[in-house]
């Protein structure tokens, strides 16, 4: 098993849309995570941290769910320059710092 | 920007031969790591530095091997080269401190081994 997955793609949404991703990770004693973003096989840029209480940018909004192990993210009112390849990243201090992303999820917004 | 480089940015090489690509930081962060991504896999982490001489295996490390013999610079070798390496690698860079965890990536490295 995987230590981070996430839900297969690719999304197509239309513009306007909202669109849920999730992930889960199987290291409970995981204390740090994150949503990247991706575009077109470049660097991965922080989308935004998550935290336990939840936390919302804008149209993002991430939720963490430590009990059930996953992580979530929204975007409301899709536009087509959100279309990108979104990241789950979980890591453990206990483990040296070390990042692990999930396999990522296309998410493509049409007109 | 975070001030981080990879090197080179493009290379092709034979199969057999030996390979270095090397990661630069001027952000004085403490981790440092190699990951490789390939379609449909995501970014798969190679090795990781968690200060100098200090490295530790990610999921995908064999045939790589890392050294860090100062702060700034992180060198991934590829001891002999193999077709299954020809894939995009990332370094990056991190500082666990409170309210600031944020990993910056380098641009990539294309790798194509023939």
């Known amino acids: 098993r995987k230590e981070v997955e996430q839900d297969p793609g690719p999304f197509n949404v239309p513009e306007g849309a909202t669109v849920a991703f999730n992930c889960t990770y199987s290291?409970?004693?995981?204390?740090?995570f994150f949503w990247y973003r991706q575009d077109c096989r470049k660097e991965p840029k922080l989308l935004m941290s998550?935290?336990?209480s939840g936390n919302e940018d804008g149209r993002f909004t991430a939720q963490l769910n430590r009990a059930s192990q996953y992580i979530s993210l929204l975007i409301r009112d899709s536009k087509l320059s959100d279309s990108a390849t979104y990241l789950c990243v979980v890591t453990d201090y206990n483990q040296g710092g070390k990042l692990i992303f999930g396999q990522g999820t296309e998410l493509s917004v049409k007109p | 920007d975070a001030g981080i480089t990879q090197s080179p940015r493009h290379k092709v090489t034979e199969t057999g031969t030996p390979v270095t690509l090397r990661c630069h930081q001027t952000?004085?962060?403490?981790?440092m790591y190699w990951y490789r991504q390939d379609p449909g896999h995501g970014l798969r982490l190679i090795h990781y530095s968690y200060g100098v001489k200090d490295t530790d295996k990610g999921e995908v490390s064999d045939g790589y091997s890392v050294s860090r013999s100062k702060t700034e610079d992180f060198l991934l070798t590829l001891e002999s080269a193999t077709s299954s390496q020809t894939s995009v690698y990332f370094c990056a860079i991190s500082e666990w401190t409170e309210g600031n965890t944020e990993a910056f990536f380098g641009q990539g490295t294309r790798l194509t081994v023939v």
């Open positions: 290291n409970s004693a995981s204390q740090s």
């Open positions: 952000e004085n962060h403490r981790y």
């Open positions: 998550v935290y336990s």
